[in-house]
């Protein structure tokens, strides 16, 4: 695969799922999980990677280096991480990718006046001495470093060149001109990266310069921007899949992508993503981030291909020309495929996931063996969807400090829905709680808190059906926040009874919480198994 080429017909494409993404609000990821994305990431064929912030936590440097040293081989993608213009984001940014085969240094300062004179109180004649000294210091470790002015969508013209042309004299290699807030319009954006590329000194055509754009999407402009960057002469898009990221997002992968595929006459430019990857990415991230794909998104929403009028239908029958310009398959639809059941064999599971992607040890091969079983045995036709499903379900567990060894509901119209749950601490030990709800899942959720204690607030409940059928397995993700709201944890839980899935999304989001704020503040007292009815009403 090409990483960095200077082919002036390919537009490479930067992923910061795991980073721009990640500061969605409440997609925290952990990082077992950003290296199952970044290994999707690279087979989706993407040129670079956006690891993450090293300087932001020990927990985001120790990720960066996993993405590096895991995904990072010579033939894959570059491995980038993100740096502040200070010294110690970058030097922590050089000990998060320097194990990658392709390292780069990403580092950034804000240029617009609102941000100079409201966030760094910096002049910009000192801002151009601080980007001086960023750059060449990023520059003493790696030939490969990326530099953006943040919020160059609301900095002046002239000073955005002048920015641009220190960071290249000082010896950046990618421009990435940010439209931080999402402020811009495309025939503006067109005109700011064209007169960047004409303008800057030592940035022209035949440079070497990659120059990239970075969108947000306030007024749901992004991929018409980073398209009419393009346009313009950017050769870089920095993306998240599902347009993931701070308030209304970033671009789209996915739209991008399709954008240049599906009007290929238009733009005449190639990339390297393979979009049949493009639906299993997006499942992906939105199962490990809890956040949803809207039903009506572009590409991978579920509606994207559907068909409902009679006009429509009645054209697609005829021909699928009539109202689709691509086609489901091309970017990783399938029909639900009826590939196993529950006379199927380890082999037969285990070739079918590496067909899929996943590559199982023997344990976990044999631990996801006897879940397959499970539920080929309740389920006739067990379906790439539900395998799916049951490999986010496995993949995407955070430290275990409780677990769930069974839960018991009764519910029902004669009133007071009750469950009883057995739970095992990291330390082996024992909790059974019984506890009343208003429902049944609510009355679950109650008997986990009695055992954790972990107060919290649930902001996010939601319940999808994995394939159609009365047998189809269920999905359940959920947010819960910190009572002060400061943070949020989200949970994910497949199952082929929705409550037990419920649960399952609620103990892995509380795990989260626990992992982030401290196991041993919600440790509780005792080792002896308890039991008792933990609230006899809703609200307690
Ligand atoms: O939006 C932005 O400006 C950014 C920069 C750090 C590139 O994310
Ligand atoms: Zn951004």
Redesign the pocket.
């Known amino acids: 695969m090409a990483s960095r080429v200077n082919d002036e017909n390919v537009v490479l494409f930067f992923d910061t799922t795991l980073r721009?993404g990640e500061q969605s609000p409440g997609a925290t990821l952990s990082s077992a999980e950003k290296l199952e994305i970044a290994r999707q990431l690279a087979r989706l064929g993407v040129d670079i990677i956006e690891a993450g912030f090293p300087a932001a936590s020990p927990d985001d440097l120790a990720a960066v280096q996993r993405v590096a040293r895991e995904v990072g081989t010579p033939d894959g993608p570059v491995i980038c991480g993100?740096a502040r213009a200070v010294d110690k984001d970058i030097i922590a940014c050089w000990e998060g990718v320097k194990d990658a085969a392709k390292p780069r240094i990403h580092t950034?300062l804000g240029t617009s006046d609102i941000h100079l004179k409201y966030q760094t109180g910096l002049s910009r004649a000192e801002a151009l001495e601080v980007v001086r000294k960023a750059v060449t210091l990023a520059r003493s470790f790696t030939d490969d470093v990326e530099f953006?002015p943040?919020?160059a969508g609301r900095t002046d013209s002239q000073f955005l060149v002048e920015v641009c042309a220190v960071a290249v004299a000082c010896g950046a290699t990618t421009l990435?001109i940010?439209d931080?807030v999402g402020y811009v319009t495309p025939q503006e954006w067109h005109e700011t990266i064209a007169n960047l590329i004409a303008e800057t000194p030592g940035a022209g055509k035949g440079s070497g310069v990659v120059w990239s754009v970075?969108c947000?999407n306030d007024l749901g402009l992004a991929t018409a921007n980073s398209l009419a960057g393009v346009l313009a002469g950017a050769r870089q898009v920095e993306v998240t899949i599902n347009g993931i990221g701070?308030r209304a997002g970033n671009t789209s992968l996915e739209e991008v992508a399709m954008a240049l595929q599906t009007r290929a006459p238009y733009y005449n430019l190639k990339t390297h993503i393979n979009t049949r990857e493009i639906v299993k990415t997006s499942r992906m991230v939105s199962n490990y981030t809890g956040m949803h794909v809207q039903p009506n998104k572009a590409v991978v929403g579920a509606n994207a291909f559907a068909h409902e009028a009679g006009i429509h239908q009645d054209g697609m029958l005829k021909h699928a020309s009539t109202y689709e310009i691509m086609t489901p398959e091309s970017v990783g639809w399938t029909q639900s495929r009826l590939v196993l059941g529950k006379h199927s064999g380890r082999h037969a599971l285990k070739v079918r996931l590496q067909e899929l992607g996943y590559e199982l040890d023997k344990d976990q091969l044999n631990h996801i063996f006897g879940r397959f079983k499970a539920l080929a045995d309740a389920k006739k036709n067990v379906t790439d969807a539900d395998l799916e499903a049951l490999m986010t379900d496995e993949l995407n567990r955070p430290t275990e400090f409780f677990r769930l060894q069974d839960i018991q509901i009764t519910s029902g119209t004669m009133g007071m829905p009750t469950a009883t749950a057995r739970l095992v601490d990291i330390d082996g030990r024992e909790f059974v709680q019984a506890a009343v709800g208003v429902g049944p899942v609510d009355a679950c959720y109650k008997a986990l808190d009695a055992v954790i204690r972990c107060p919290n607030t649930l902001i996010e409940y939601s319940v999808h059906s994995v394939t159609e059928g009365i047998d189809a397995l269920g999905e359940v993700t959920v947010r819960i926040a910190l009572p002060d709201g400061s943070r949020s944890f989200g949970g994910y839980g497949a199952d082929k009874d929705v409550i037990v899935a419920s649960v399952k999304a609620y103990l892995a989001a509380l795990n989260r919480l626990m992992a982030s704020t401290g196991y041993g503040e919600h440790k509780p007292e005792g080792s002896a198994a308890t039991l008792g009815v933990a609230a006899a009403q809703s609200g307690s």
């Open positions: 721009d993100l950034f953006s943040m919020d990435n940010p931080t970075h947000h701070e």
